[in-house]
């Protein structure tokens, strides 16, 4: 057996949750690689929604275990709070839900980081979602991080302090005044407390060697699904930096993420939106600063499902996202969102970028060139509702044309088209 893998195209918030969810039925285990609770799937089903940072889109399945791997890093107040909302839906996630042993904890005083390392960034800012998501990986990387299998450790609270102690070191120098600064509307101590009763609580969830639970899993058969959090073009490595995530994004970091072998890897599914968004800073080449941005951000209801920010909106960049299948070696496209274009007559498709009047050949290294310019195709719109469309055949010829046009220039094929927010607004080829 081979794990497949699904993963985002884009800048994250591409619909990853609702296609997990769709696809879970057919999975034994659904498995998160990287990222942390800077993540937001947004599953809705039966009239009800339901928003997951760190717990993988698999919960909803009670036959299908979901495994939070190594490459995930946990806040434990943030991981408990999703549970109890789970819970208080009639589910039980403890259930089904495995943690991963060497999986990195995000402690306050990385939050309290975070917060201080993005104000002394100024107007420079890179639109942090003020998780801890990068000082924990940062001590992960310099080998000082706490892991989870750390937590019934004899010198937890030891490491704990030092750390504590460093941090807070780094923040004073900073001249951040954190007194006033809160955490989920708690001050530090607060929050501090609230996170140890949380780590109490983890040490009584099921906490696995995922690595050798993975792969005896494949070795008996069972099928495997490696969800991806963010997106391709926030990969540290080869996304738009330094505005990205402080994790690999991309199909690889499934290998080090969940310690799959990479001739492990099966079919890798690619999400992108028929759009594209943003949030926080960083280049975009076809931004929309216009009433077709405002458009596409009321229809698309485009605000972060973690921080609640407005998203920066666009047409949709064909460069980006052949640079992104290229790196993930996407075997099967999904395109979300279709729906959100239906009031447009006309619709404008970049097809490459311009330098001074010359057409670049290939990705450019930094997108964020002022010089760069988005090249345009402009097709028509179907502006009328998608909600009849039971099958793929429903669909109005202006998009299927949109589609075919997509597929050709990215050799390949997209075969699921998302029209609408529910888990049964799935057209499937």
Known sequence: ?????????????????????????????????????????????????????????????????????????????????????????????????????????????????????ESAKGDSRIGSTLKGIGPTYTDKYGRNGVRVGNITGSNFNTHYELLKSGHLDVVRNLGFDYSSHLFDGMVFDEYEERWFESVGRLKRLKVIDSEIFLNASLEQGKTILAEGAQGTMLDVDFGSYPFVTSSN???????????????????????????????GSGPFPTELIDSDGDKLRTGGNEFGSTTGRPRRCGWLDLPALKYSIMLNGIDS????????????????????????KEILQGFPFDLSDENIHPVYERMSGWNRSLDGCKAMDDIPDALAEYIRFIEKNVGLPVDIVSIGPDRLQTLQR
């Open 249 to 279: 994004t991309i199909t690889a970091g499934v290998c080090s993420g969940l310690g799959i072998p990479p001739h492990r890897i099966g079919k890798i599914f690619g999400i992108f939106k028929a759009y594209c968004t943003r949030v």
């Open 333 to 356: 496209l999904i395109m979300m969102k279709a729906d959100v274009l239906d009031p447009f007559p006309e619709i404008n498709i970049c097809t490459g970028y311009s330098i001074e």
């Open 1 to 117: 057996m081979k794990v497949d893998v699904i993963l985002g195209l884009q800048w994250g918030d591409e619909g990853k949750g609702k296609i997990v969810d769709v696809f879970t039925p057919r999975y034994d285990i659904i498995a998160r690689f990287q990222g942390g609770p800077n993540a937001g799937h947004t599953i809705i089903f039966g009239g009800k929604k339901f928003v997951l940072h760190t717990i993988p889109s698999g919960i909803f399945h009670r036959k299908t275990l979901n495994v939070i791997g190594n490459g995930v890093i946990i806040d434990p107040f943030i991981l408990f709070k999703e549970i109890d909302t789970l819970r208080e839906a009639a589910m039980e996630p403890e259930e089904n839900l495995l943690v991963s042993r060497r999986a990195h904890l995000i402690l306050p005083t990385h939050r309290l980081l975070d917060a201080a390392l």
